[in-house]
């Protein structure tokens, strides 16, 4: 979820929050208001009807009037309370019982049965004597009735809960989009931040627009420096890998020239002098000097061996003098002839060169590739293709075998030094290495080199 969301279900939470607080403060305040009003209207009732009885008895004595007199008296002043909101008055006769009663005014909005008992207010009562009036003992009984007040407080809140709810309504799309205004640095920010680790490149990443509020402005300008420092520490990386790279293959030439300049005429004058050996003793004529001269020509011939065939690590064969074709040619037959049961087909576009270190490059990764293959996948069939796409050109070695265990490490991540050396030798010719099981079986890895590597077609004349 993302934060715009969390920030606006939290303030419309906030809203439920204060809408139940303002609920609850209202329905108090109802409560008390309700019962004020029926203590009010009580003690206005008792006034009214003191004032009027004795209104009725200044104008003429009691005892002058017959019974019938007074009760009609009585009656309209009963009736005088008709459409009252919070009274009723009654006129009650020991023996008669109810004589005569107001009505109360009914409520154009009556309130809800559930609204009524939750106040809890009581309803209050006085009883009023007249034995001035009639010996026959009438009184006035008063009643309230909080209905007419309750229903009015309950029109009250539910206007105040529909102002409440119109204002949540406008409220949270104002919310939201000024949100969706203040937050829109940040989304920039995190996608910028995205592409860096997905790319695991800060040249590739793009500097985020600096504006928003100041604190994502600061955040933006702090963004927008780290990835030039990175850029300029990947460019410095890169360049130490350069030189690295090169270091390296002219350590392994000049190996392999001390090898073939020093050591190798040493071993053939060694060899010429053990034949001579040879010769003399089975001229001789003596059997123990002949066996041991064979054993010395043995072990010399066991040393040049050894020796060709670590100037063919230092140093790719006929990489220079013949071309990349015929050096991946030449590697492949290396090991055709140790295992003739692996079928190792290469493909390689005429013509295609990337300079010295970028042809070396492009040999050291698919040897390296072809020995995993071979010492690990169990393959029957390995497939070199080296070829030139519409950006730059495209290093593949395809096998069938049983493909990289499930725990095996990446070449960006891994300890592997084999797959972390094709990984650097990719990374100074500013390419991509991806080192995979490929859905049918076995290992693909391949190399993608960009023509900002230094790509270049030689024409037929020149690759031939």
Do not use: C
């Amino acid at each position: 979820m993302s934060l715009r969301i969390r920030l606006v279900l939290s303030i419309a939470l906030l809203l439920l929050v204060s809408l139940a607080t303002g609920a609850t403060a209202a329905w108090l305040r109802a409560e008390h208001s309700v019962r004020t009003e029926m203590e009010a209207a009580l003690s206005v009732g008792q006034h009214t009807v003191g004032s009027a009885l004795a209104h009725l008895a200044g104008r003429a004595a009691p005892a002058d009037r017959s019974d019938e007199e007074v009760t009609a008296l009585l009656t309209r002043l009963v009736g005088a309370f008709n459409g009252d909101r919070h009274l009723k008055v009654s006129l009650h006769q020991p023996g008669a019982g109810l004589i005569a009663s107001s009505s109360l005014a009914v409520p154009d909005h009556p309130a809800p049965a559930w609204f009524v008992a939750s106040l809890d207010v009581p309803q209050l009562s006085a009883e009023v004597p007249l034995p001035g009036f009639s010996g026959q003992g009438l009184w006035l009984r008063l009643e309230t009735d909080p209905a007419g007040e309750v229903s009015e407080v309950w029109g009250e809140l539910g206007d105040d809960a529909v102002m409440m709810v119109l204002f949540s309504a406008l409220a949270l799309p104002m919310v939201y989009w000024t949100l969706g205004r203040a937050l829109r640095s940040v989304d920039r920010l995190s996608k910028a931040f995205a592409h860096v680790a997905q790319d695991a490149s800060a040249e590739a990443a793009r500097p985020v627009a600096e504006a928003g509020p100041p604190e994502l402005r600061r955040l933006a300008e702090g963004f927008n420096r780290m990835i030039e420092r990175l850029a300029a520490a990947e460019a410095r990386n890169r360049r130490l890998h350069e030189q690295l790279q090169t270091i390296q293959e002219e350590e392994r030439a000049d190996l392999a020239r001390d090898l073939h300049d020093e050591v190798g005429p040493y071993l053939f004058a060694i060899n010429v002098d053990v034949t001579g050996l040879l010769a003399a003793a089975e001229r001789a004529g003596d059997p123990v000097m002949r066996d041991q001269a064979r054993s010395a020509r043995e072990a010399v011939a066991h040393v040049q061996q050894e020796v060709k065939a670590i100037l063919g690590r230092l140093r790719p064969p006929g990489l220079s003098d013949l071309g990349l074709g015929a050096a991946l040619e030449n590697l492949a037959a290396f090991w055709r002839a140790r295992r003739p049961d692996v079928a190792i087909t290469v493909a390689v576009t005429p013509g295609l060169h990337l300079g010295e270190a970028g042809d070396t490059a492009i040999y050291r990764i698919v040897q390296e590739s072809l020995s995993n293959a071979i010492r690990h996948g169990r393959p029957r069939d390995i497939t070199v293709t080296v070829a030139p796409r519409v950006d730059g050109l495209t290093v593949e070695i395809v096998d069938d075998g049983e493909g990289l265990p499930a725990d095996s490490p990446s070449h960006s991540s891994g300890t592997g030094y084999g797959l972390r050396g094709m990984a650097e030798r990719v990374a100074v010719l500013d390419g991509t290495l991806e080192v995979g099981n490929r859905p049918e079986g076995g290992v693909r890895v391949r190399a993608l080199l960009p023509l900002a590597a230094g790509h270049t077609t030689l024409s037929a004349r020149e690759a031939a």
